[in-house]
């Protein structure tokens, strides 16, 4: 069973950054497609970034264009989202997900899923 683990999420004043980890188990990670997602209370779950199994191929939202990237180190099994000025908005929990068939932003096409982790942007 494949098992995803969010850390680094919390409390930061807008303005801030913060850097999400994603630590993978049970999976043969460098196979994978991996993705963050992110969804506040009331809203659907909403794409933020995605990266393809090589790390070549990086995909970002529109809405934390220039201020969120992901990156991964297939050796760690670990994926990462750095997220610079950040925005009340922002705040949300966020999840990483993992896929067989790469990288998509509808979140029905993701296989595995961690328990998502707190971000929240005070003004």
């Known amino acids: 069973q494949v098992q995803l683990v969010e850390s680094g999420g919390g409390l930061v004043q807008a303005g801030g950054s913060l850097r999400l980890s994603c630590a993978a188990s049970?999976?043969?990670?460098?196979?994978?497609?991996m993705g963050w997602f992110r969804q506040a209370p009331g809203n659907e779950r909403e794409f933020v970034a995605g990266?393809?199994?090589?790390?070549?191929?990086?995909y970002i939202a529109n809405s934390v264009k220039g201020r969120f990237n992901t990156s991964r180190d297939n050796v760690k099994n670990t994926m990462y989202l750095q997220m610079n000025s950040l925005k009340p908005e922002d705040t949300a929990v966020y999840y990483c997900?993992?896929?067989?068939?790469?990288?998509?932003?509808?979140?029905?096409?993701?296989?595995?899923w961690g328990q998502g982790i707190q971000v929240t942007v005070s003004s």
């Open positions: 997900a993992a896929g067989r068939r790469d990288v998509s932003s509808r979140s029905s096409e993701w296989d595995y």
């Open positions: 990266i393809s199994r090589s790390g070549v191929a990086i």
């Open positions: 049970q999976v043969t990670f460098g196979t994978y497609g």
